[in-house]
């Protein structure tokens, strides 16, 4: 279950994982490597563990931040979370998460036209509940 809203895809009760600003620039300190790079590796299956559980950290800290640059988990626990629930599971919630954060472009090159938000949906409604 995801909120796309916030970018948060629930693994379980407990655990979620979520992309935000903070949390990609402590991936790319910890890999040396940006994030668009990284994506696009992933794309390709050229990471190796070690990069995985690190993409898996920095998508879980967003639950653990002591809100002064430091987090209440570990790298271990992430590699933790991947052998409780399954390596393909949370790789899977991983790419969920970062597709929340970098949604693909949609409109005028697929064609279809984007879904209207929902203060645009009400706005119409009350324009013809007063018509």
Do not use: C
């Not at 998508?59 to 991947?82: K, P």
């Not at 597709?99 to 949906?121: C, D, I, T, V, Y």
């Amino acid at each position: 279950m995801a909120n796309k809203t916030k970018g948060i895809v629930k693994i379980d009760a407990e655990w979620s994982m979520r992309y935000t600003t903070n949390s990609m620039v402590e991936m790319e300190d910890e890999l040396e490597l940006p994030t668009p790079e990284l994506m696009y590796m992933l794309e390709e299956g050229r990471l190796g563990f070690k990069t995985i559980r690190t993409m898996i950290w920095a998508g879980l800290i967003h639950q653990f931040d002591n809100e002064d640059g430091t987090y209440d988990l570990s790298l271990r626990s992430a590699g933790e979370v991947m052998d409780k629930f399954g390596f393909d599971v949370v790789v899977d919630k991983m790419t969920q998460a970062l597709e929340l954060q970098f949604p693909e472009e949609s409109g005028e090159e697929s064609g279809e036209e984007k879904p209207k938000a929902n203060r645009e949906q009400r706005r119409e409604g009350a324009e013809a509940k007063n018509s």
